[in-house]
């Protein structure tokens, strides 16, 4: 495609559920991000893929959120058992090189944990 | 740890004025600064990056600049437009990972 993609666009989630959210970066970039952001504020960093390789995930905020790109293009973000405070909107984004330069971001996945 | 401030929160003026949006940060040691336009219910698109070797950065009607020894960024536009309405956020390149600002709203009024 010609932009990143996020799947689904809105996801309502009953405490204690687990989500997907997915997102299909531009065709050969090399760097992938997930980033939440609450209403209101700016996105958090939450993980960083090189390829497939997952270089930082120091912004996941607890155990209950997993990351993963296996083959180096599509990404998953899980949570599990969503708690309240998890709702925001989650961004991802890609980009040809192995730095933050020339980011491109989806719409997000704005999830609503009832 | 570095923390990225953006004042206003909302900022409102007729069309045709110039603006300025301004942005500050706490740690001087910074790879670079972007500044992004976020539509609602989109993502955000990227409008200029200055490194931290510049002073500033043009496209078209914007400007940006940066004075790292201060902690101090600010995004000037030109001429504004009613299409300029959007929420404009800040971001600094720390330690490989981006810190934003909270963004400021911006309306035009036309």
């Known amino acids: 495609g010609a932009g990143v993609s996020q799947s689904p666009r809105y996801k309502v989630a009953k405490r204690g559920q687990d989500v997907a959210l997915r997102c299909d970066p531009i065709?050969?970039?090399?760097?992938l991000f997930w980033y939440q952001q609450a209403l209101g504020q700016g996105p958090e960093f939450l993980t960083y893929f090189q390829n497939e390789a997952q270089l930082d995930k120091s912004g996941l905020p607890s155990d209950r959120f997993f990351a993963e790109r296996p083959e180096g293009s599509v990404s998953t973000l899980k949570i599990q058992r969503t708690q309240q405070e998890d709702s925001a909107v989650y961004l991802c984004?890609?980009?040809?090189?192995?730095?933050?330069?020339?980011?491109?971001f989806g719409s997000g996945t704005q999830l609503s944990v009832l | 740890k570095q923390e990225v401030t953006q004042i206003p929160a909302a900022l409102s003026v007729p069309e045709g004025e110039n603006l300025v949006l301004n942005c500050s940060f706490t740690?001087?040691?910074?790879?670079?600064l972007q500044w992004f336009r976020q539509d609602p219910g989109k993502g955000l698109t990227s409008l200029l990056l200055i490194q931290s070797s510049q002073r500033e950065q043009t496209s078209g009607r914007l400007n940006a600049s940066l004075d790292k020894s201060s902690g101090r960024s600010t995004l000037y536009i030109a001429a504004s437009q009613p299409g300029d309405s959007a929420t404009y956020l800040c971001?600094?390149?720390?330690?490989?990972?981006?810190?934003w600002g909270a963004g400021t709203k911006l309306i035009i009024k036309p």
């Open positions: 971001a600094v390149d720390s330690n490989y990972q981006l810190i």
């Open positions: 984004a890609s980009s040809l090189t192995t730095t933050n330069e020339k980011l491109f």
């Open positions: 065709s050969g970039h090399v760097s």
């Open positions: 740690d001087s040691a910074i790879y670079n």
